[in-house]
């Protein structure tokens, strides 16, 4: 493939990250002990690991000129139709305005069904929000990543039992991925094997912001190098136990 990129796409936002010496408490003062911006969203986040771990990658979402802007639109299959496909090997979903990102996946499968083996683009997508429309992307990636919310929210109490429930709505040879917090990650792919990884805590829990971002990066870094699904998933939970102790994502591979 070349120095073909992977393309994030989904959100870019503004976190501004209070520091307090214990959580506040309902109607009560609190004094900071300090505060940070720093860019955000799920999509960027995962650019910002990838290419800290030395992939070539691309971002795609909606920027704003200002400082601060709000109700910025997501990215359309409008916008996606001016995408040079032959750029990438590897397009990942953050799952947002489902109904368009269903026909830009579409465009994919397209391009694909034209291109030798060695050229086609795998499709990621992430299913992290508790609502009903994202769900309809589940069959469309070649790798899904399901959070523990959703999981929860259909009655799921572990990662293993998630991948059993919901491996029937995925494409046939795709590959369910969820993590679960401390407790690590499992990963199911057509073999209906369960692969499991255990989580790498840091000594001291800083900063868990991001930390599903940086699983899910890790991952697609690993498997898109030709890596085991076991590999990816132990890489995930290792780069994600860095993140989970320091600030942000500086010093991640230190």
């Known amino acids: 493939m070349g120095d073909k990129k ?11 990250i209070n520091v307090v010496d ?5 109607d009560t003062d609190t004094r900071c002990l ?23 990658c691309a971002f795609m979402g909606s920027l704003a000129p200002g400082p ?24 990942h979903w953050e799952g947002r305005n489902a109904d368009e990102q269903v026909k830009m996946i579409e465009r994919v499968r397209e391009y694909n069904s034209k291109q030798e083996e060695k050229n086609r683009i795998t499709i990621s997508v992430e299913i992290e929000k508790t609502r009903e429309p994202l769900y309809q992307l589940f069959p469309l990636g070649d790798l899904v990543f399901v959070s523990k919310d959703v999981a929860q929210h259909f009655g799921f ?14 494409r046939k040879g795709a590959t369910l991925i969820c ?33 599903g971002d940086t699983f899910n990066a890790s991952v697609i870094y690993s498997l898109s190098n030709g890596g085991s699904l076991q590999d990816a998933l132990t890489f995930g939970c290792q780069i994600a136990g860095k993140k989970c102790g320091i600030h942000g994502y500086d010093g991640i591979l230190h």
């Open 6 to 16: 992977i393309l994030s796409i989904g959100l870019v936002c503004l976190d501004i």
């Open 22 to 26: 214990k959580y506040p408490e309902e």
């Open 34 to 56: 300090s505060q940070r911006w720093q860019r955000g969203g799920n999509a960027s986040n995962t650019c910002t690991i990838l290419s800290l771990l030395g992939a070539p």
């Open 68 to 91: 601060v802007a709000e109700n910025l639109p997501d990215v359309s299959v409008h916008d996606f139709s001016k995408v040079d496909l032959s750029q990438y090997k590897w397009i």
């Open 157 to 170: 109490t572990s990662a293993a039992a998630a991948l059993k429930g919901f491996y029937g709505r995925v």
């Open 179 to 211: 993590a679960w917090a401390e407790k690590g990650a499992d990963a199911m792919g057509p073999d209906g094997v369960i692969i499991h990884s255990d989580a790498f805590p840091p000594e001291k829990l800083v900063d868990t912001l991001g930390a």
